[in-house]
């Protein structure tokens, strides 16, 4: 499998839900695409003790120290997923930690111990999203498929339609205002806190009944691209792995609702582009929905 060489945004987002997915399926996957792969990371015990590296880890925060920082996680991960290390917790906490600790950092996403760690992590949890996909998929199929009450899923689409109206009457009165309030503040965050302001609202705001609402603020990102080589393909691609993230655990939870809303937030945003990451996936589940429309005779509710 290709190494990653660069840790962008959307992988950081893409690990920290893949972990939180791992810790709601139970120890033997958690085991086998968390625990495992980190084992493998170095061959040799650390001696140090979890809470001596958690402090170094913070100490190296405040300095700031990014070679601690680095240093520490690793020794910290390794230790984690130890023999003798019974908290099954720790290795999913530290790693998030580790990841979020990137996101705010271009060094220590740069450093040699963090492109390890990510690429460690890269063939298991591939494989992981891979099972989790075909499985969704499945479930999704056959959740709308047992529907055997039409009236069930035209209320169920009808009230997401009802929901998506009066949330975008809010939504237009407070667009410009947000669009405004982010570039007001455009000296005054720092990037990972407009990355997530810029992302929150194309997420919040991207809706088929207004397929062109969330263009709104392109000129914020194209202004700030400007001067970051590569910056809006990374928060759309981002958006793109936040939303089939979300769309995962709505299946999972029998939430068609959510599930159909995410899917039609990704098809504004998307449609057309197959580099977006997870397209495929999500295309998949989109024809999935039209195919059960087609089947039931339902088309006047689209």
Same mark, same amino acid.
């Given at each position: ?16 839900? @893949? ?6 399926? +139970? ?10 792969? !980190?084992?493998? &990371? ?47 917790? *720790?290795? +999913?906490? !530290? ?25 460690? *992590? ?15 998929? @499945? ?49 005054? /965050? ?11 609202? *194309?997420?919040? @705001? ?6 062109? /609402? ?10 700030? +691209? ?45 449609? +057309? ?24 005779? /339902? &088309?006047?509710?689209?």
């Amino acid at each position: 499998m290709e190494q990653i060489e660069k840790i962008k945004l959307p992988i950081i987002k893409d690990y920290i839900k @893949t972990i939180k997915s791992l810790a709601g399926q +139970g120890r033997n996957y958690y085991h086998k695409f968390l625990v495992i792969p !980190l084992s493998s &990371w170095s061959s040799h015990p650390v001696d140090y003790e979890l809470s001596d590296l958690q402090r170094e880890i913070e100490e190296g925060r405040s300095i700031p120290d990014i070679e601690k920082i680095a240093v520490s996680y690793k020794r910290a991960l390794i230790r984690s997923v130890a023999k003798d290390q019974f908290d099954l917790t *720790l290795p +999913g906490k !530290l790693s998030i930690s580790y990841l979020l600790d990137i996101q705010n950092s271009i060094d220590l996403a740069n450093r040699m111990e963090s492109l390890q760690f990510v690429n460690l *992590l890269h063939k298991p949890f591939t494989d992981y999203s891979r099972i989790e996909y075909n499985s969704m998929n @499945t479930r999704f199929r056959q959740e709308l498929d047992s529907i055997q009450d039409n009236g069930e899923l035209i209320e169920s689409i009808s009230k997401l339609k009802s929901d998506e109206e009066e949330k975008l009457k809010v939504e237009l009165d407070r667009s410009e205002k947000m669009v405004c309030a982010i570039k007001s503040r455009l000296n005054q /965050l720092d990037a990972s806190d407009i990355r997530k302001h810029i992302i929150a609202y *194309l997420i919040s @705001t991207a809706s088929p009944s207004m397929p062109r /609402l969330h263009k709104d603020i392109d000129p914020v990102i194209d202004k700030i +691209g400007r001067l970051h080589r590569g910056y809006k393909k990374e928060i759309y691609d981002s958006v793109a792995v936040i939303i089939y993230r979300e769309l995962m655990a709505a299946v999972k939870k029998s939430d068609l609702r959510k599930a159909i809303l995410l899917i039609s937030k990704f098809t504004v945003l998307f449609r +057309g582009n197959p580099g977006t990451p997870h397209f495929e996936e999500v295309d998949a589940f989109e024809k999935i929905f039209f195919s059960i429309i087609e089947k039931k005779n /339902l &088309w006047d509710l689209i």
